[in-house]
């Protein structure tokens, strides 16, 4: 066994061997998604209480994906090549913070717009690079990707509906700033105290050129381009959610109701995943067909809405939805990618459902709430949520046919 691979071994064996090892890693999950959903959930209600139209509201939040094209796959690089994930999610999460601090207290429209772009380049590779990091500390251990992913989404559920509560009593200002840099802090204090987690020196050494490689397997690349037509509504619905209730009557305490019913189940479903997935290829292009036939559903339900309770109903669509393509993509990105390129790997699927979809989903969401109203805005994301159902539907059946549904995927 070559020596970097015995240290970490050795390494693991100690991290894992301490009492209670892996609160700190849940405590970091459970603070990450807890502050990105206020910022996701509340900042587009603090742009419109400062004057935004829908539109500009829509073109701000797109400027993260927008950024993202960049940053994640600045940051998945530096993460193979420093091959010290831990360390570089310190570095990432403290230039959120500091940033952030700029990004709520300047005046103008376009210096809001200008401090975001550096705020998003810190923090959108932050869900990539967290996955990436648990890979790192289960990676040969018996321990289940989604036993730590759960926690993110019980951070997301509860501090949604803490938020709230808050906000609707405090405004969203000083609410939102106070909430996020609280929430960020502790996620920076809870890496800084993670063991230190060091991957193994890739026996080839990772360079620019990894993207290639990545996207060199067509399947890969394909459940990716398939992946943004599901993204486009979620994303949508993401950013515009809030506003929708808002404009139907419904209060900020309702908002965070709707979050929380969005995750509530998630945990439930991550836990469900764990013990009864299986890594087929076959099995995940059912499940991948399934789910966005699930989120067509949803769009269309959403686009019949007349009364805001009916969206914290709706919302509950999201646990089964959102978690069965986010479990079933991570680990069907770690099946495909080597492991010298994982952070590259997992950078380039939040990329196709957070990036490329997410400009879209701000830009032509918000013309389409702005001009059209927001059943029209859902009843588009149906359409396209129906196209991802058939695609990947198609793609399985080419796979069968091609004789390549086999029981795992070679590296």
Sequence with gaps: MPPSVSKRSQSNRSFFSAPSPFIPL?????FLYGAIAVFASFFPLYLQDKGMSKLEIGTLMAIGPFVSLIANPFWGYMGDRMENTRRMLILMLAGTMVLSQF???VESYAMIYVTMIFFFFFQSPSFAQSNTMILGYIDGTNRKFGAFRL??????????????FVIDRAGTSPGVPWLFTGLIAATLLTAVILPSLHRPTATNVVSPGGFGKVLANPTFTIFLLLGVFVSIPNAVNSTF????????GGSRQMVGWAVFSASAL???????????????LGFMMICLTVVSILFAVRWYLMSTVTDPMQIVYIQMLHSVTYAGYFYVG????????PDAFRGTGQ???????????????????????????????????TILSVIGAVGFAAMGY???RNGQLKPTLPK
């Design 26 to 30: 849940k405590a970091f999950n459970f």
């Design 103 to 105: 990004v709520f207290h």
């Design 151 to 164: 926690w993110g989404s019980i951070g997301w559920a509860l501090t949604a509906a803490a938020a709230g």
């Design 347 to 381: 950078a380039l699927f939040t990329l196709s459902w957070s990036g490329v979809s997410g400009i879209v989903a701000g830009v032509f969401g918000g013309w389409m709430f702005d001009n059209f109203g927001a059943s029209m805005m859902y009843q588009s994301g």
């Design 398 to 400: 080419t796979l069968y």
């Design 241 to 248: 959610m809030s506003l929708y209730i808002t404009d139907l």
């Design 330 to 337: 991570t680990l069907m990105t770690s099946m495909f990618v």
């Design 266 to 280: 998630e945990a439930l479903f991550f836990l469900l995943f764990d013990r009864f997935f299986r890594k087929r």
